[in-house]
T-cell receptor, first 113, second 115 residues
Framework: GDSVTQMEGPVTLSEEAFLTINCTYT??????LFWYVQYPGEGLQLLLK?????DKGSNKGFEATYRKETTSFHLEKGSVQVSDSAVYFC????????????FGKGTRLHILP | DAGVIQSPRHEVTEMGQEVTLRCKPI?????LFWYRQTMMRGLELLIY????????DSGMPEDRFSAKMPNASFSTLKIQPSEPRDSAVYFC?????????????FGQGTRLTVV
């Protein structure tokens, strides 16, 4: 079945460091891909998305490119801030599976000042 | 739109009691998801409705858990009887499967504590 695998955390970085959180997926169809962010005590919020191969999603300085050849959707940010500390979830929505949304296990990110 | 609305935000109950969690999805969305989040197990999909019909309930842990969606604007998740290991944050999310924007929108969650 469909699945999403993302790097385990926690990831700890200093402010202004470069961030990469890896995400790979398996799907029978051509899914849409998402990154969600969860701040402490809150629900998940959509951070960015890409709906087809080679699309780049971006928001708040974060970027991720839909790579069909490597079935990946890695999240990157050039210079992280303390306020980026949160849990990040990679997810997919597969139209061949009734658009059921499947999440990875999440990666906790700590940014040190 | 007010977004996905869940109630209550917090629930503390004694073991053995019935618990009902409620969710109002975003108007016009035709898919609804119930998730459970714990430190140990992360985010787990419990059940998924599409057009008010349960499509996949394979994540429902036991017969003690049941979910309904009587109409497009309301869903409930019921635990009867509740147990301490059910303590978690339960999220409801909704999405639209029409068009390209299929992302899920989450409610604020219900933090359930069973003592």
């Amino acid at each position: 079945g469909d699945s999403v695998t993302q790097m385990e955390g926690p990831v700890t970085l200093s402010e202004e460091a470069f961030l990469t959180i890896n995400c790979t997926y398996t799907a029978t169809g051509y899914p849409s891909l998402f990154w969600y962010v969860q701040y402490p005590g809150e629900g998940l919020q959509l951070l960015l998305k890409a709906t087809k191969a080679d699309d780049k999603g971006s928001n708040k300085g974060f970027e991720a490119t839909y790579r069909k050849e490597t079935t990946s959707f890695h999240l990157e940010k050039g210079s992280v801030q303390v306020s980026d500390s949160a849990v990040y979830f990679c997810a997919l929505s597969d139209p061949t599976r009734d658009d059921k949304i499947i999440f990875g296990k999440g990666t906790r990110l700590h940014i040190l000042p | 739109d007010a977004g996905v609305i869940q109630s209550p935000r917090h629930e503390v109950t004694e073991m053995g009691q019935e618990v009902t969690l409620r969710c109002k999805p975003i108007s016009g969305h035709n898919s609804l998801f119930w998730y459970r989040q714990t430190m140990m197990r992360g985010l787990e999909l419990l059940i998924y409705f599409n057009n008010n019909v349960p499509i996949d309930d394979s994540g429902m842990p036991e017969d003690r858990f049941s979910a309904k969606m009587p109409n497009a604007s309301f869903s409930t998740l019921k635990i009867q009887p509740s147990e301490p290991r059910d303590s978690a944050v339960y999220f409801c999310a909704s999405s639209s499967t029409r068009g390209w924007n299929t992302e899920a929108f989450f409610g604020q969650g219900t933090r359930l504590t069973v003592v």
